[in-house]
């Protein structure tokens, strides 16, 4: 069998070629010189090697078909294996986005009405303190007429009371009497300009005290408002109940095995007579090939490349296909292989988009968590390394999801992890499914919306990038 090359494009045409090459080779016909002298039977022997060389080549493509289906048989198999985990993941980002979205839109309406409320009791003590101070004004201009009225009348009475004395006095000359009338004039011109005087300082103070009021209601009412969004906006420290990231350790995982066990195989020569040999050796090459798809999957810890790795292997799929339809196949049997495997790259993309969706979200929050601790590059790490995450407090193991703590490549492809919580231990426990690639830098985050059993969050997220040895 063929050894696997990284590189995707070539993987897809090697694979379709070198695969096939034992299984789809097209059958060699020998020719051997014949000797003059030598008498040549015709008729019955060579009908019968015709016929045994048409049965031949049709249970070769047999044989074929049957390869193809069992590939594409694993093939399915590990699409939908992986669909799952895949849905199972954008189903917890959508929840995540979901409870999110919920919790700012009763965060909001919360806000929103608060801030009803406030205005409502604000706009009432604007109209309170209006009112009052109409009252206020209001009683001022009656005291201000009632003053005015007062004067006036005891200015009148000063007049009559000055004209009876001037009848009643007629020695007195006609200019002595319009002198006493121009000075009691004057006096009570001065005591109107008083009394205008006091008016206009008790309204211009009235006013002053009103603006001090109106001011001091204004600035209250600033406060509170600027209060409310203070409140809403900024999250108060919790230092002694938030749980926080204490420290993260590491282990080799020296356990985990190859799910993939080596297949052996026969090398003997097929012998076209030997039916069952043949059927045999096309058996463990059947072997072969569904083995290869499981290390191709495997060669990727990343979603995507797994993906295109079952996506390279359907090509092949494919290739197989055109050689038997050149070589003659029925083109009826070959049609619902074709149909499946057209099937099977259109599911593959579908769900290559929504891991890549994920991916998306992940990336952003990550690019805009600016507040994320970083810790300093580790080095030399095992391709089977095993994270532990430790914390002060008790995890809400219920709330863990496969999103919390991620692991993204260089090229930014979430890597498929396992994540297991240890209550006793307050730890968390992160493993790669498949080896991590060597030589490849990888970047480990934990998202600070993990939440503790008291409600809590984590303080803030970590961030942390490592390399393979």
Do not use: C
Not at 59 to 86: C, T
């Amino acid at each position: 069998m063929y050894k696997k090359i990284i590189p995707v494009i070539a993987a897809v045409f090697t694979a379709g070629t070198v695969l096939s090459s034992q299984i789809y080779a097209a059958e060699k016909t020998e020719t051997a010189e014949i000797p003059q002298n030598t008498n040549i039977s015709s008729g019955k022997e060579g009908n019968k090697g015709n016929y045994n060389g048409e049965l031949g080549q049709l249970k070769g493509q047999a044989n074929q078909l049957k390869s193809i289906d069992k590939q594409l048989e694993k093939i399915e198999e590990s699409l939908l294996s992986y669909q799952d985990k895949v849905e199972d993941l954008d189903k917890k980002e959508a929840e995540k986005l979901e409870k999110k979205a919920k919790k700012e839109a009763e965060e909001a309406k919360k806000k929103a009405e608060k801030i009803e409320k406030l205005l409502k009791e604000q706009a009432e003590d604007l109209a309170e303190l209006a009112e009052d101070q109409e009252k206020d004004s209001k009683k001022l201009a009656e005291k201000h007429e009632k003053d005015s009225k007062k004067l006036a009348e005891k200015q009148a009475k000063e007049t009559e009371e000055l004209v009876k004395k001037q009848e009643k006095n007629n020695k007195d000359s006609d200019e002595k009497k319009a002198e006493e009338r121009e000075k009691l004039a004057t006096k009570q011109a001065e005591d109107t300009g008083k009394l205008a005087n006091q008016q206009k300082k008790e309204k211009e103070k009235l006013a002053e005290e009103h603006a001090k009021e109106s001011k001091k209601l204004a600035e209250k009412q600033a406060k509170e408002r600027q209060k409310l969004g203070i409140e809403e906006t900024t999250v108060p420290a919790q230092e002694e109940k938030a749980i926080q990231t204490a420290s993260i350790s590491s282990e080799d995982n020296v356990t985990q095995q190859d799910s993939s066990p080596d297949v052996e195989q026969s090398e003997g020569e097929k012998t076209p007579a030997d039916d069952q040999n043949t059927e045999e050796e096309i058996d463990e090459e059947t072997k072969q090939e569904i083995e290869e798809i499981d290390n191709a999957v495997q060669e990727n810890p990343s979603y995507v490349g797994k993906f295109i790795s079952l996506k390279n292997r359907l090509n092949s799929v494919r290739n197989q296909l055109d050689s038997l339809a050149s070589r003659g196949a029925d083109a009826t049997q070959l049609a619902s292989r074709y149909e499946k495997v057209s099937s099977l790259l259109a599911q593959i993309d579908t769900i290559v988009n929504n891991v890549k969706q994920v991916e998306t979200q992940v990336k952003e929050k990550i690019e805009q968590d600016k507040n994320a601790e970083e810790k300093e590059v580790v080095k030399d790490v095992s391709q089977q390394k095993e994270w532990n995450i430790k914390f002060n407090k008790s995890v809400d193991d219920q709330s863990l999801s496969s999103i919390d703590i991620v692991v993204l490549d260089k090229e930014g492809n979430l890597v498929e992890t396992e994540v297991k919580y240890v209550e006793v231990e307050k730890k968390i426990t992160l493993l790669p499914v498949q080896p991590y690639k060597s030589g490849q830098e990888y970047t480990l985050y934990i998202g600070k919306d993990i939440k503790g059993k008291n409600g809590y969050n984590l303080k803030k997220s970590v961030k942390m990038n490592f390399i393979i040895k």
